[in-house]
C-alpha cells in the first residue's frame, strides 16, 4: 500500500512531466490509487497505518486537483521548474494586454447594465476561445521550448483571463435571477 510520498505528482499518477497530459489515463490513475489507499480500507489497522493511509489519500488527491486543470497543473511545472511565476508579486503586464483587458471589461460591464444577456453569452463564447488560444501558447511553451519566464507570464495571463470569465459568469447569474 506505500505510497512515495516525496515523488511529484505526475510520477504519483505515472504520467509524464508535462503539460499536455492524457486526462483518462490521470483518471484510471486516480481510481486505482484511491482505492488502494482510502482510509476506510485501513480502518482495520493501526492508528499509525491509518494516519499514513490518511497522508496517501491526502496527496493522492492533491495530486489529482492539481493535475486534471490546466492552470493549476502549469503553476505546478513551473514549481518543479523552480520558477517562481510571481502570482501574488508580479502583476506587470504588457500594455497591449491591459489595454486588452479593459476592453474586454468595459464591454462585459456594458452588457450588464444593459442585462443583455446575448452580450454576455457572445462575451463568454469569445473568451473561452480567447483562453483556449492562450493555452495552446502555454503548452507550447511548457512542453515544446521549456520557455518557463514566458509560461509564468502566460499562467499570470490566464489568472486574469479565467477572473474575467467568472466576472462574465456572475453577470449572466445575477440577470436569470
Known amino acids: 500500500m506505500s505510497i ?47 494516519r499514513a493511509s490518511m497522508q496517501w489519500a491526502t496527496r493522492v488527491n492533491e495530486g489529482y486537483r ?10 505546478y511545472l513551473l514549481e518543479l521548474a523552480g520558477v517562481d511565476a510571481g502570482l501574488e508579486t508580479n502583476t506587470a503586464m504588457s500594455p ?14 456594458e452588457a450588464r447594465q444593459a442585462g443583455d444577456v446575448d452580450a454576455l453569452e457572445s462575451l463568454h463564447v469569445r473568451l473561452r476561445t480567447h483562453s483556449k488560444e492562450v493555452m495552446a501558447g502555454l503548452g507550447h511553451a511548457l512542453d515544446d521550448k521549456a520557455d518557463f519566464d514566458a509560461a509564468a507570464d ?24
Do not use: C, N, Y
Not at 21 to 35: F, G, P, R, V, Y
Not at 166 to 174: F, G, R, S
Open 4 to 50: 512515495d510520498l516525496k515523488q511529484d505528482f505526475f510520477g504519483l499518477f505515472g504520467l509524464p512531466r508535462a503539460f499536455a497530459i492524457d486526462e483518462a489515463k490521470l483518471d484510471q490513475a486516480w481510481h486505482e490509487l484511491q482505492a488502494r489507499v482510502h482510509p476506510d480500507r485501513h480502518a482495520h489497522l493501526s492508528d499509525a497505518e491509518k
Open 154 to 177: 502566460t499562467v499570470r495571463r490566464l489568472m486574469f483571463i479565467e477572473k474575467l470569465q467568472h466576472e462574465i459568469d456572475d453577470a449572466l447569474e445575477a440577470l436569470e435571477t
Open 96 to 109: 497591449a494586454f491591459l489595454m486588452e483587458q479593459m476592453e474586454w471589461r468595459e464591454a462585459v460591464e
Open 66 to 75: 492539481t493535475l486534471r486543470k490546466p492552470l493549476p497543473r502549469a503553476q
